[in-house]
């Protein structure tokens, strides 16, 4: 029902800045809120990040408070990830979801690589 699609990955040094993108498109009327989430090889899928859309309040997993900010656009349909001061363990697929709110997320993008060197 929403289509995402994820940009702006790529291959970085530690201590490096990158930002995700995602757009968002089809039938967005039922999404409320958007997150990122990312899975590193061998490990579960993790959430790092949400937003409400109208409101624009914020979550953050502790791994990444103070590092990485969560934005959107309304008119554009757009979701970012700014990620600065990247460390390797920040090494994963990062997701974008859509859904009604932080506790269900039903959409979600292909996802977009990012790799952090030492």
């Known amino acids: 029902q929403v289509h995402l699609v994820e940009s702006g990955g790529g291959l970085v040094q530690a201590g490096a800045s990158l930002r995700l993108s995602c757009t968002i498109s089809?039938?967005?009327?039922?999404?409320?809120?958007m997150g990122w989430f990312r899975q590193a090889p061998g490990k579960e899928r993790e959430f790092v990040a949400a937003?409400?859309?109208?409101?624009?309040?914020?979550a953050y997993s502790d791994s990444v408070k103070g590092r990485f900010w969560i934005s959107r656009d309304n008119a554009l349909h757009l979701l970012y990830l700014q990620m600065n001061s990247l460390k390797p363990e920040d090494t994963a697929v990062y997701y974008c979801?859509?859904?009604?709110?932080?506790?269900?997320?039903?959409?979600w993008g292909q996802g977009t690589q990012v790799t952090v060197s030492s």
């Open positions: 979801a859509a859904g009604s709110d932080f506790s269900q997320f039903t959409s």
């Open positions: 937003i409400t859309w109208i409101t624009g309040n914020t």
């Open positions: 089809g039938r967005t009327s039922s999404t409320r809120a």
